[in-house]
């Protein structure tokens, strides 16, 4: 089918509510034609020029969602060495069907403030020895903060010596926890460019702030972790970047965009003395300890509904 037709398709089955928000918000429009496009010209719905997670050599992996390659560049000051890698999602949607799909992973565990990997893990036929969802904060109901985080994946770490965890913490992603995202409670706050109610700076300075508050976590993960940890994201962020083919220019993570923005993630590969030894153990039953209610609301707090 030619992309006329799929993108004609689509269009034709916009609902009244689609086409009134197509009014007000023509960008987001916009972005999902560039998704429509780049999907088609992909021929799945992630980006087949990223890399395979579970193909590369680490014992953790610490995923901070959202991260761009250049901020965490400037502003990181973890040991080790940094490299790049393209990643297959401009989204974690994309993300994890790009690397989990049709994979039995029983010498894994995922620790995640995510919810993405519980709500489409019978759709796209994954399972690891075990999944670990880190709830939002019991007494303020701020989700994902990242030392609550760090708090689950030490217990991880101790619990389960043989096998290679991921730690996917949230931030930078929205919320923005700083004193400057404290001025911004709503997850839209980005449209406000356009109405000059925030400015770029505000944007890029809530960003940063969440930045600075994982770093400060993963280090304090570090000095517990052994064998070969990789800090790296499951994508960046369009901070006033554009898209492709249509050059919009965003504030956001649209899924189907492969620009460098979005794609190009950091590898920050740090080594001790001692590698675990990884054992791959079938669990006694694979059914993630997380409610159909906490994975919608963790998906609503982080702007997805």
Known sequence: MSITNVISNTIRNYTYQDIKRSLTDPETIISEINQIY???RAGQRYNPDG??????????LIILDACRYDEFQARSTLDGRLEHRISRGSTSPEFVR???SGKTLH????????????????????????????????????????????????????????????????????????????????????????SEETTHEDIMQAYRENLDLVLEEVETLLDHDVGKTVVTADHGELLGDREKPIPIKAYRHPEGIHVDSLVKVPWQIFETDERRVIKSERPESFEPEVTDEQVTENLRDLGYM
């Open 38 to 40: 780049n999907h088609w």
């Open 51 to 60: 890399i395979d997670i579970f193909d590369e050599d680490w014992d953790t």
């Open 98 to 100: 790009g690397n989990f």
């Open 107 to 194: 010498d894994v565990v995922y620790v995640s403030a995510n919810a993405w990997f519980a709500q489409l893990k019978d759709d796209i036929d994954a399972e690891v020895h075990s999944y670990e969802f880190v709830d939002r904060d019991a007494k303020d109901g701020i989700t994902s903060k990242p030392e609550t985080v760090t708090a689950a994946a030490l217990d991880a770490l101790s619990e389960y010596p043989n096998k290679r965890l991921i730690i996917h913490y949230m931030q930078p992603h929205w919320p923005y926890l700083g004193p400057t995202g404290d001025k911004f409670p709503d997850a839209r706050f980005f449209k406000g460019v356009r």
